[in-house]
Nanobody, 119 residues
């Protein structure tokens, strides 16, 4: 499972660093996706960080402001969020998922952490 932390309330332009600590599985063998869900909206992808630390953003609005990283030794992934805007207000989730050739599927989710940005 994942345990998330780091959410909170900040002013427009502020920063937060989210963490997802994995337990019971080795994070290094997974690509990790950060997602978010704003009130009344569908869940959307924020950024994916691969096993080799390559990152792919799901929207241009996050580029240059959000940075995903991972520390495999600590079995933890991070999302550094700078220059936060009110439209970034959402519950943020981390997800690790893969399906083996045998058909075995692994799908781990964090509990979600609230990020609120006030104008």
């Amino acid at each position: 499972q994942f345990v998330e932390s780091g959410g909170g309330s900040v002013q427009n332009g502020g920063s937060l660093r989210l963490s997802c600590a994995a337990s019971g599985f080795a994070l290094e063998s997974f690509a990790i996706i950060w997602l978010r869900q704003a009130p009344g909206k569908e869940r959307e992808g924020v950024v994916c960080i691969g096993q080799d630390n390559d990152t792919r953003y799901y929207g241009d609005s996050m580029k240059g402001r959000f940075t995903a990283s991972r520390d495999n030794a600590k079995n933890t992934v991070y999302l550094q969020m700078n220059s936060l805007k009110p439209e970034d207000t959402a519950v943020y989730y981390c997800n690790a998922e893969k399906t083996l050739s045998s058909g075995t599927k692994y799908d781990y989710w964090g509990q979600g952490t609230q990020v609120t940005v006030s104008s």
